[in-house]
Structure formats: C-alpha cells, structure tokens
C-alpha cells in the first residue's frame, strides 16, 4: 500500500476510534494525578496500548509511572511522547490528558504503517513534566538512546509549529544569621531576611545585562517570624533560564555570585542546592516540522511558524530533543485569551474542542510517523539537521 492511501487508513482509524480516545483523555482530566504519582494515568494508557497489539513494558529506568509501548521492531524507531501529570490545584491546566491520548491514538493509528513499510513506532510514557523533568531522568538513563525520531503535540491556544523552550534549573537558597530584638539589641543581630533582599537587589540589577532570552524569577518562602525579632533565617526558591545549555551555566555563575556577595555583606551564612534536573533549551528539527505542518493542513488546520509576541517557557522534551531529531508543536484547543495552567485552560482541556485537537493531533502525528517509515531518505535528513546543529 502507497504512503497516501496508508496516510487515509490512519485517518479512518482514528475516526473510527474518536469515542474511546475521547473516553480516555476525558478520564484522565477528571482523575489528575501529579509528578511521579500517575499511576491511573498509566494504567489506563498502557492498558489500551497492549489491547491494541503493542508489547509494553512498565515501570522502566527506575520510574514507576514511566512505560514504553512498542509496535513492530525494526528500524527506523520512532517515539510518540506522552504526558499525564497534572499541576497542583489546578489539575489538567496544561493539557496533559491531550497530549497522552494523542500520543496512544497515533501509535494505534500507524501500526497498519508499520505492518507494510516496516520500521517500529512507540509510544513513550514520560511522568512528571511539570515539576521534576521525568524526561530528563529518562535521558540520563538512556531512555532515548535507541530512537531515532521522537515526537509530541502540546495543547496551547494557537496552532504553532515550533517553540522556544529554554534551558532551565531551578536554585534553593537558605541564609542562617542571629536572632536578637530588633529595638534592644539590633547590633547583636544577623539579618537573614536583609541577605535575601540584597540578593534580589543584586539579581534585578543583574537582569539589565542578560541576553534577551534569558530569565531569572524567585519567590521568598521564609522572611522571618515577628517584626520585632532580627530573622535569624530566610529561603527562596529560584529559576535561571537561557536561550542554551552553555550560557545557562555561565549565568549560573553569576547569580549564585549575588547570593555570596549578599552573604559577605551580611554576615549571613549561605547554603544552596541546585535542582536535581537541568531542563535543556529545545531544538527543532525543521524536516520533521514541514512534513508536520502539511500533514496538519490534509485535517484543516494553518500552523503559525512561532506563538503571536513569543513566549518562553521550559520543558523536558528539551533534553530528548539534544539527543535525537525532535518535534514539540501546539495546537489550539481554545480560545486566544485563555491562558495556560489557569483553571479556564483545564476547563478547555475537557472540551469538545479539545477532543477535536486531540484527534486532529493524533492524524497528523500518525501521518508523520508514516512519512517516515515511507521515507529512509527523509529520516536521514532529519538526522543530517540534527547532527549539523551539534557541530
């Protein structure tokens, strides 16, 4: 069978297939599990997988909720990302049970694609985006290292074909002075809480001479107990972010330097942790997208090529995308004006729109792995891309 008509029967067979892929994803929406704790999540996708002919394995590199559904087993090897943690109190507020569903019906869509071209696809069950990079644990485990392409579609409020996802890790600080009354003995005092506001001082001070791409932003957690006693302790929580992995750890550097100059002018001991997880800055693979975005017009939809005044944000498909040639699309399941992890956006995330973007997603992700397993020639130039740009 030809690429265009294996192309219709993928169609077919997710239309055919709307009912229990709505089912699914709205089951998921109303059961919102956070970071490392989705265990109905994966239950209810790797159970729908292995029903339909794909050999799953689960719990693997060490990560309970995390799974890897496999159709076929030559090669070229391409991987369906899914996402079904949720934000905390706000649930599905940023589409996860889309991306997921979306994930499983392209995998289920493509295997008559499979049967006839050869090569295998899978779907990838990736927890706990949001919060602790599950993707970035998967990759330092060598998760991805048999792949050759991977591919997600994220929910948003536009139809784009690309973002800029940048680097990121997050930063904990503590700063331990000595309490003494604020009016009697203000000299005996250490103030932990003046450290932290030098150090904000320093970082907005610091922001005036970053790249454009960069960002820095941070919260207070502890600014002291009573007005009237000199805060012997204070924390924040921080994130750095940069356009790429290298200027990120430069601007590591000189962020942790407005905390130790906080410290020395203070008095204040500090202590730090970096997160466990650096989220990489995403690359995009322009061959992978311009077979996306024709594939997204056969279903009706026009992709921006960036978000409308560009947005920055990070995720963990970042760190898959430094290893093998990766795609991280959108597509609109609401309305301009509604914004991501809000509780309208988790609203939209269970609508019928959002039902007609999963679809959509999942023909064109399955219509995309089909040109692929159709194309040698066109799975090495994604590869030739990729290698490229790590030169």
């Not at 899914?82 to 905390?88: G, I, M, N, R, V």
């Not at 503590?174 to 009016?183: D, S």
Request: with cysteine; aromatic share 6%.
């Amino acid at each position: 069978m030809d690429k265009e008509k294996l192309k219709g029967v993928a169609i077919k067979e997710v239309d055919s297939r709307q009912d229990e892929l709505r089912d699914l994803s709205l089951k998921i929406h109303s059961n919102p599990e956070q970071g490392f704790h989705e265990v109905q999540a994966a239950a209810w996708l790797t159970g729908y997988l292995e029903k339909n002919g794909f050999s799953v394995e689960r719990g693997i590199y060490g990560l309970e909720t995390a799974f890897r559904a496999r159709y076929g087993s030559g090669r070229p090897a391409i991987a369906l990302m899914a996402e079904y943690d949720s934000l905390p109190a706000v649930g599905h507020a940023c589409g996860h049970n889309i991306i997921s569903t979306s994930a499983a019906g392209a995998g289920v869509a493509s295997k008559m694609a499979v049967d006839s071209l050869s090569g295998s696809v899978l779907v990838i069950g990736t927890p706990a985006e949001e919060i602790y990079g599950g993707k970035a644990l998967m990759a330092e485990r060598g998760a991805f290292s048999d792949l050759d392409i991977a591919m997600m579609v994220h929910p948003a409020s536009y139809n784009v074909s690309a973002m800029e996802a940048l680097a990121c890790q997050t930063l904990q600080v503590e700063f331990f002075g000595r309490a003494a009354h604020a009016a009697a003995q203000p000299e005996a005092g250490i103030n932990a809480l003046e450290a932290m506001l030098l150090s904000f001082n320093a970082i907005n001070s610091l922001r005036q001479h970053i790249r454009n791409r960069a960002r820095i932003h941070g919260i207070i957690t502890d600014g002291g107990k009573a007005a009237n006693i000199v805060p012997d302790h204070s924390a924040g929580d921080f994130i750095v972010r940069a356009g790429d992995n290298e200027y990120l750890t430069d601007l590591k550097e000189r962020v942790l330097d407005c905390f130790i100059g906080a410290a020395t002018a203070t008095g204040a001991r500090l202590e730090y942790k970096w997160g466990d997880v650096c989220y990489s800055a995403l690359r995009n693979n322009n061959t992978l997208i311009g077979l996306f975005n024709e594939n997204m017009k056969t279903v009706g939809r026009e992709m921006l090529p960036v978000i409308p005044g560009q947005s920055f944000g990070s995720t963990d498909m970042g760190n898959v995308s430094q290893l093998v040639p990766s795609i991280h699309p959108f597509i609109a399941i609401t309305d301009v004006n509604v914004l991501i992890h809000s509780p309208q956006f988790a609203e939209a995330a269970a609508s019928e729109r959002a039902i007609e973007g999963l679809l959509d997603a999942a023909k064109a992700l399955a219509m995309t792995v089909i040109d692929l397993l159709a194309s040698p020639e066109t799975v090495a130039k994604a590869k030739e891309e990729f290698t490229l740009g790590n030169d």
